[in-house]
């Protein structure tokens, strides 16, 4: 432990230097620059004996919260691999106000409500709001995933995603569907 010139000891710099929450209680600054953005409470979920895609709602989190969770389904893009490109979905966007679930014993996705059932098979890019927070995520469906999706570097604006077809699934370097519209 590094003692400063003088013989005193700062009980913060050995232990907690460089982190910001010992910068708020040192210098009792605000902390409110600290906050990170919200961890989404809606996942999409792909259940491997059906090949059902789903978007879920994490139970386990819910259950801390003091107000049922507003959700908001803002679009569903589904990749073609024929054209190499993303196509809207009609009408999916909807709007759920979650209600706050008893504590239980166990808490799983097999457990968690359904929010939304993605069609039979194919790639999805899926965008939602939680509490004024925009979210977005890959979603799959399909009876067969990829088992990994190690393809080396990316090109320039493409991601490696996993592509279910009704009989194999491919990994592949789709247009990054980031910068799609909600």
């Known amino acids: 432990m590094n003692v400063p010139r003088g013989g005193t000891m700062s009980y913060f710099r050995p232990v907690f230097l460089g982190t910001g929450l010992a910068a708020c209680l040192a210098t009792f600054m605000s902390c409110a620059s600290l906050s990170t953005p919200a961890q989404p409470l809606v996942y999409a979920f792909h259940a491997a004996p059906t090949g059902t895609g789903t978007l879920r709602v994490r139970t386990s989190e819910l259950i801390h919260r003091k107000e049922p969770l507003a959700v908001a389904l803002r679009a569903i893009y589904q990749y073609d691999p024929a054209a190499d490109a993303w196509t809207r979905l009609a009408g999916p966007q909807a709007t759920w ?18 929010l939304h059932t993605l069609p039979p098979v194919g790639l999805f890019w899926v965008t939602w709001e939680e509490e004024g927070h925009r979210h977005a995520s890959p979603a799959y469906s399909g009876p067969i995933m990829c088992n990994d999706v190690m393809l080396g570097p990316a090109p320039p604006g493409r991601i490696p995603l996993c592509v279910p077809f009704a009989d194999h699934a491919e990994a592949r370097f789709v247009p990054d569907p980031a910068a799609l519209p909600d």
């Not at 008893?102 to 808490?107: A, D, F, G, K, S």
Request: charged fraction near 15%; aromatic fraction near 6%; avoid cysteine.
């Open 97 to 114: 106000m979650v209600p706050i679930p008893q504590p239980r014993q166990l808490y799983s996705a097999d457990t968690d409500p359904v």
